[in-house]
């Protein structure tokens, strides 16, 4: 069974509306020194959590940026709340 990813960063706010806006930034897969910076609004929905809109964005490891394709919703929702439940958070690895 593959060991899953761990973010180096995530920050999340909470928006007037009561929707979460969430940046997380995961080490690249083939390149540990490039990053995949993942932007998301989540809110509660009736079924759980559920991302509203999502953007990912690709860095190599010299700084380029590329916008990443749009990923398949996925049917299921989160199992987590966004971190803490007061107005800001982050937290760093």
């Not at 700084?63 to 007061?86: C, F, H, I, M, W």
């Amino acid at each position: 069974m593959a060991e899953r990813q761990k973010y180096k960063a995530r920050f999340t706010s909470k928006l007037p509306n009561g929707d979460f806006l969430g940046l997380t930034v995961w080490p690249g897969k083939s390149d540990p020194n490039a990053e995949v910076l993942t932007i998301q609004i989540r809110r509660q929905g009736s079924a759980g959590w559920e991302t509203v809109h999502r953007v990912a964005i690709y860095r190599t490891s010299d700084g380029r940026y590329s916008l990443l394709p749009e990923r398949t919703p996925v049917s299921q929702p989160a199992k987590n709340e966004p971190a803490g439940s007061d107005e800001a958070s982050e937290s760093f690895e």
